[in-house]
């Protein structure tokens, strides 16, 4: 017989308890915290959609893993596991261990960055971004023109568009990119998988013009099993060799850990090139760690590697991919505008169609994730004008492309019953949307302003005590 449900494929051994809270309650926490998701409690949460970074439940291999943890400072056992398991992955020689994704990129974008630099991008991460611009340098993103099409269906939404890639590199020459990165899947495009013909071709582009070509792969694992599921010619291999496909067009990469490797902390950096590998170490070493753990304990280097295994099982992709589609699509069956088809990690809401009354400077993106905590206490991220909004010289916003919501899944974490609480609580969504009010910024800091920035309702007029 074959079952329509998908069913979690483990059970659970260890529980953490959820604090219930009442509307009531929650209308004041958000407003003691500012209306930014970001600052508020997580005991003031019931489902917690903030993101996929470093939330995952560890299995109890990885739970054991962690007692084996060999915590020597120089050449301890665990980081001999975690370099063969990143190496045989990668395929690349050099390893440098970090303590999460932004810490690689913070070396090596550093190092490849500066004034009169150009990094290209399908869509580079916030923190990818924040650490260029650090450096004086400039982050371009060049996603395929589908892509801003919420509603349109295509395979690959997260591919790179090439045309425009040569044409930039043509532009500002060869020599000023200081790297071509390649953002799988395409977290900040909407979760959407990028595919190995796309790959490949920027691949050849970079090779043509001798420029460097890294891979963000946060989330590899989810993105080839889109690939094994969408792109012909991948229907028998594993996953696990997609991926390795994958790793062996670039000439380096940086991981966030947090997500496809199943650890609530990690990071590393891949390299190809002897030289470029000894300068990222050196960096490394000054501000991480030792060569041998980075910013990692040797127990976190444990679980690492042990869940950079796990995340390649073919259940569990199965189950991890259709459970983020069956909430998507229910949403999108209800009439929410949903960003489509939907990705690995997330769904993403188009609050822009779903408030088409909040103008994009009152932000509907956070008047949404205000709006899902205190109806359910569930807590997303507004993924729009708030995250990537920049000022012009009048000091008007130039909005983001998109407005999106981001609930993000943590890996292994909630069942289908928490799924079905946050479906249910759309439906009152949608009967209210026509009530709900605008956000303005009320205070704000230059970098990465989604973080700490302090809001409040555009119709609240009184002074917000801050
Ligand atoms: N690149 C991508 C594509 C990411 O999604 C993230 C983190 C990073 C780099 C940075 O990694 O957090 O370990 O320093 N994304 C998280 C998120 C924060 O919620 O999407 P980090």
Redesign the pocket.
Known sequence: MIHKTIIEPFKIKSVEPIDMSTEKERKQFLQNAHYNTFLLQSDHVIIDFL???GTSAMSANQWAGIMNGDESYAGSKSWQKMEAAVKELTGHEFILPTH????A?RIIYGYLGGEDKTFISNTH?D??RANIEFSGAEAIDIPIPESSDTSLIHPFKGNMDTDKLSQIIIDKGAKNIGAVIL?VTN?SGGGQPVSMANTKAIHDICKEHDIIFLL?C?RVAENAYFIKHREPGYENKSYKEIAQEMFSLTDGS?M?S??DALVNMG?FLSLRDPELAKECTNLLIITEGFATYGGLSGRDMEALAIGLEEVFDADYLEYRIKSTAYLGNKLHEMGIPVMMPIGGHAVYIDAKKLYSHIPVNEYPGQALACELYVKAGIRTVEIGSVMFGKYDEKGELIPAPMELVRM?IPRRVYTQSHIEYVIETFDEILKTKNDVKGIKILEEPEFLRHFTAKFAPVDVNEKVEL
């Open positions: 993101t996929d970074s999460q994704g932004r810490a990129e991460f923190t990818t953002t977290n963000d946060c940086a966030s947090k997500k990071g993000a």
